[in-house]
């Protein structure tokens, strides 16, 4: 998000709104109604309406801690 020039205050509000999704231990429905709440525009507007749009689901989140780059081993 660096390389697309996002502000540091947007890369936030798209961390928190991640955060709320993965990691609040709420239901997707949950979820999306609470970012609604918390992101009436900007690029988490964008996120959480990209995930509530979605025809076909969208991916779990697995937590992995590994990097580009690095072996599953």
Known sequence: ???AEMSAQDRQM?????HIL???GLTGTQAV????EQFPSGPAYE???FVKE????ICSFS????GVGEENN
């Open 33 to 36: 109604e609470k970012m609604k």
């Open 22 to 24: 993965y990691q609040s």
């Open 54 to 57: 979605s025809k076909r689901g």
């Open 14 to 18: 798209i961390r928190k709104a991640f």
């Open 63 to 66: 937590g992995s801690q590994h």
């Open 1 to 3: 998000m660096r390389r």
């Open 47 to 49: 996120f959480w309406t």
